[in-house]
């Protein structure tokens, strides 16, 4: 679950480290994006390089990758040699898994800005998804020669760390990102998920910057509520999916999440089965959900309709082992 969380970071960091968040800290729209949307309100229809490429950010951040391109080629047919413009090209590139082009992309960048950093750690982001870490190493040494003060390059050392299972080493350059930068986000992600499997009560901190951060972020709160629940506090991890639930109705894995800590931690079975209920309103054919709603009946003492769940289990999956364990334990 953890490393599956670094890729997913990663994969947003490739593809987004070029753009500037379109929301300040208290939620308020920046400027730079209220004028991306005059821009694609056709306030402006002729651009500059700079109105180009800050709307061909909003386009890639918003997956219009062709919109994208035409706007970055207006960008580089202004300016061809705008090193900005060509990290969103690479940017571009990467999301059309079309990697020849992102290193030649990313050689150009650096011939023009030898003393630019971002497109060395952007080399060192491609060579690590290539399967090559020592050389993503060595890009993060020269952009890290030419600029100490790197969190980006840090946080990809993390990153680094990480796919080799190296969490400790991994903590401290994920934590020398933070303290160059305590704005950037992903490095306080990555931290709140290690202590997190570590079941280090910083976790819940680190989760809590998080969501001051970005308080719109849903999957934050989730992943606090995951935490929660598996480290003694099951009632805030309820309070946490109720008010995810109230955010994002009929969201499967909030409601079958609900009805576990109902099960399991509270047990209050009567308001697990109705949590259970609802997940398979939304996912009718989840055995997961079918099979804890059993369990709430058989911890309740309903036997009849415990067995007639297990019974519908294996009626459809009739080599289901949890099932069959069921049925033995009711005595059927």
Request: aromatic fraction near 10%; glycine fraction near 4%.
């Amino acid at each position: 679950m953890l490393m599956k969380k670094v890729l997913l970071a990663l994969t947003c960091m490739m593809l987004l480290a070029s753009c500037t968040e379109s929301n300040d800290s208290k939620g308020n729209k920046s400027k730079e994006n209220q004028q991306v949307e005059a821009y694609i309100d056709g306030a402006a229809d002729t651009l500059d390089v700079n109105g180009y490429i800050n709307r061909a950010r909003w386009y890639l951040a918003n997956q219009q990758v062709g919109f994208a391109i035409r706007d970055i080629n207006n960008a580089l047919s202004i300016d061809g040699k705008n090193v900005d413009a060509l990290l969103i090209l690479a940017d571009i590139y990467y999301a059309l898994g079309d990697q020849d082009n992102i290193l030649l992309t990313l050689n150009k960048a650096t011939e023009i800005a030898p003393l630019d950093s971002r497109p060395i750690i952007k080399l060192a982001e491609l060579s690590f998804l290539q399967g090559n870490p020592t050389m993503a190493n060595a890009y993060l040494d020269k952009a890290l020669e030419l600029n100490s003060i790197n969190p980006q390059a840090y946080y990809m050392r993390g990153i680094i760390c990480m796919s080799k299972n190296d969490t400790v080493q991994a903590l401290k350059q994920f934590m020398r990102a933070r303290s160059q930068d305590d704005t950037f986000i992903d490095p306080i992600l990555q931290i709140a998920n290690i202590y997190a499997a570590q079941r280090n009560p910083l976790a819940k901190d680190f989760y809590g910057v998080a969501i001051q951060q970005e308080p719109d972020n849903n999957a934050l709160y989730y992943d606090l509520a995951m935490y929660l629940q598996d480290n003694g506090d099951p009632e805030k991890a309820l309070e946490i999916y109720d008010t995810l639930d109230a955010r994002m109705p009929g969201n499967y894995q909030v409601l079958f999440n609900k009805g576990y800590v109902n099960l399991v931690y509270l047990f209050d079975y009567d308001a697990a089965i109705k949590d259970f209920d609802k997940a398979l309103e939304v996912n009718p054919k989840s055995i997961d959900a079918l099979l804890n709603k059993g369990v709430a009946y058989e911890q309740k003492g309903d036997y009849k309709h415990a067995k007639s769940i297990y019974l519908q289990i294996l009626k459809d999956n009739p080599n289901y082992q949890l099932a069959i364990d069921a049925l033995y334990r009711i005595g059927e």
